[in-house]
């Protein structure tokens, strides 16, 4: 019983100790707040910009979105996903995409150190230019990376560890896990295969279309009606259930 009572009193001063010390806050500064930062001042920018995230979105405490980044309604960023507009920018995830577990979204510089447009790191998209533009209803799997410039139209899957870096890949578009695809475009309604490189427009140009029996034809689908009520979900959870729903779709 003194044994217990020992480990009991111990547990009580730990707690107080670390409330009065700071530590509480400084835990919640990193896996809370610290989330969801400014970007830096540095040679190519001097303005610290904020993420523009619509309430209906759900951060995960555990992912990281940094600096001139837009997420939209409905987006769902998981655990360990990273979208960091600190030296290419802007960042753009439409609505009802999704950032999956350990995604990396980045971009090559898109200033110079005169604040003139580095036009070859940016994409057109819109009559607007971004490092990065993510449409609607894209998903992001697990591990998969975006490096700016790149853009991927509305409805397209990028599967599991996939990578995709100085490439447009169009509307209705599927990249099969681990497929790279660098320095094309891929037009829409194609699908890259498993493991597949394409990295000349010619092999981009002879993907296969997608058909009524291609066995990923609806898969994205899913995954994004999977994500959208998940983020609608933890932000219940967070108490953000008036707030969200405001938001959510007209």
């Known amino acids: ?58 951060v995960s405490p555990q992912a990281s979105v940094i600096g001139n980044v837009h997420i939209g309604k409905n987006v769902m960023v998981s655990p360990q996903a990273s979208a960091r507009g600190d030296e290419g920018m802007p960042i753009y995830i439409g609505d009802d995409s999704n950032v999956q577990d350990g995604v990396s979204i980045h971009a090559l510089e898109t200033s110079d150190e005169e604040g003139r447009a580095i036009e070859k790191n940016l994409v057109e998209v819109g009559g607007k230019k971004y490092a990065v533009y993510i449409g609607n209803r894209v998903s992001l799997a697990h591990q998969s990376q975006v490096h700016g410039p790149a853009s991927i139209g509305d409805d397209s899957f990028v599967g599991m560890q996939a990578f995709i870096f100085k490439a447009r890949v169009g509307n209705n578009v599927v990249v099969e896990p681990g497929a790279k695809v660098v320095g094309v475009t891929i037009p829409d309604g194609r699908y890259v295969p498993l493991g597949m490189i394409v990295s000349n427009q010619s092999a981009a140009d002879n993907l296969p279309v997608i058909t009524q029996d291609y066995v990923f034809k609806d898969l994205n689908k899913g995954v994004v009606h999977v994500n959208t009520n998940l983020a609608q979900g933890y932000n219940r959870m967070n108490g953000k259930t008036a707030e969200a729903e405001s938001a959510g779709h007209e």
């Open 1 to 58: 019983m003194i044994g217990k009572n020992l480990i009991k009193i111990s547990v009580i001063i730990l707690a107080l100790v670390l409330l009065t010390s700071g530590c509480v806050e400084r835990v919640e500064q990193v896996y809370g707040k610290s989330s969801v930062g400014e970007s830096p001042r540095t040679p190519w920018s001097n303005l610290n910009i904020k993420p523009d995230i619509d309430p209906s979105a759900y």
